[in-house]
């Protein structure tokens, strides 16, 4: 009967699995194709925090003679805001992924490889469901889809 069970119920779990990873997928290559594009740009923008040893090379070879009184070193407000806003968004992006990769474990293992035919089989598969309706899964996930991409963008 147990077998019979999980038979009837596998095709459901199956689909409830497989709607949900499609979106878990999409979610993952958003966030490396973002990340990448992101990391590329914070490569440039990393620079404007920093000293240009060449500009100072430059100046103290354009008036060799004259002794300058180097200023210290200011970065623009505008510097900083961009950086810490693509510092953040890079952060939260990982952060996405990484919640994406463990909804991707939890997936995998709420559908297990060989179905089973025990009792123990089925309440386990059966505290799964329940879990996952408790959660309100589908509904949240798809909650969490959004907001992770739009905070990533942000």
Do not use: M
Request: hydrophobic share 45%; glycine share 4%; proline share 3%.
């Amino acid at each position: 009967i147990w077998s019979l069970y999980l038979k009837e119920t596998g095709e459901d779990d199956k689909e409830l699995a497989t709607s949900l990873q499609v979106g878990v997928d999409e979610l993952l290559i958003f966030a490396g194709l973002f990340g990448a594009i992101l990391t590329a740009f914070l490569i440039e923008s990393w620079k404007d925090l920093q000293v240009d040893p060449l500009r100072e090379i430059l100046q103290a070879l354009q008036n060799p003679l004259s002794v300058t009184t180097s200023q210290p070193f200011q970065v623009s407000k505008s510097s900083l805001v961009v950086n810490y806003l693509w510092f953040t968004s890079l952060g939260l992006t990982l952060f996405n992924a990484l919640c994406a990769v463990l909804a991707k474990e939890w997936l995998a293992k709420y559908i297990p490889v060989s179905p089973g035919s025990r009792s123990s089989d089925a309440c386990q598969r059966h505290l799964r469901v329940r879990r996952a309706q408790q959660w309100r899964r589908r509904s949240r996930f798809k909650r969490w889809k959004i907001v992770c991409s739009f905070c990533s963008i942000w």
